[in-house]
C-alpha cells in the first residue's frame, strides 16, 4: 500500500522494482512479490504497514525504488491522526516536481535541476538533456492536484 501511495504522489509508472528495509539491517523486509525473493524478505502481501509501524520500535524504514538507480527515501510515523474523515491515505504537504523515468538517481536529478535552471546548455549533452526535459520544472508542485489523485476515502464495509 505504501509504495502504490508514493507511486500516487507522483506521475511515475511504479514499474521499477522496489524495496522496503529496516534501519540497521541488511535484510530486505517486503519486496514485490513478482520478484524471486531474498534471503529473509517478505513478500509484500505477508507484511503490511499498519502492522510493522504498530510495533512503537518501528518509527521508520527506508524504501528504495528503480533498485539500479537506487532512489531512497527515509518513511518516518511522525504520529496517528484522529480524523473524523476515513482515509485510507491522505496526502499532507509535498514539493518539487518528481523524478522522470530513468532519470539517474539523486545525481542525475540535481544536474537535471542545474541545467533547467540554467536555460541552456553549453556541451551536446547538456543540450540533449534539455530537451529530453522539456515540460518537466523541478519547481511544478500542485499540492491541490496532487491530492486529487493522492487522497482516497477509506471504503465502508
Known amino acids: 500500500d505504501l509504495h502504490e501511495a508514493i507511486q500516487a504522489a507522483g506521475p511515475g509508472t511504479g514499474g521499477h522494482l522496489y524495496a522496503f528495509k ?3 539491517r541488511t535484510n530486505l523486509f517486503v519486496q514485490p512479490a513478482s520478484d524471486e525473493p531474498e534471503a ?3 513478500l509484500a ?3 503490511p504497514l499498519e502492522a510493522f509501524f504498530s510495533n512503537p520500535q518501528n518509527r521508520e524504514c527506508e524504501y528504495v525504488y528503480d533498485l539500479s538507480e537506487g532512489w531512497r527515501h527515509t518513511v518516518r510515523l511522525e504520529r496517528r491522526v484522529k480524523d473524523r474523515a476515513r482515509f485510507a491515505r491522505r496526502l499532507l504537504a509535498g514539493a518539487r516536481a518528481f523524478p522522470k523515468d530513468d532519470m539517474e ?3 542525475g536529478y ?3 535541476v542545474s ?3 540554467a536555460g541552456q546548455g553549453e556541451t551536446a549533452r547538456e543540450r540533449n538533456l ?3 526535459l522539456r515540460g518537466w520544472d523541478p519547481d511544478l508542485f500542485d499540492l491541490e492536484i496532487a491530492k ?3 487522497d482516497r476515502p477509506r471504503k465502508r464495509m
Open 110 to 112: 540535481r544536474e537535471c
Open 115 to 117: 541545467i533547467h535552471g
Open 40 to 42: 529473509g524478505a517478505l
Open 130 to 132: 534539455l530537451r529530453w
Open 105 to 107: 538517481g539523486v545525481r
Open 45 to 47: 502481501e505477508l507484511c
Open 148 to 150: 486529487e489523485i493522492f
Open 22 to 24: 529496516q534501519p540497521g
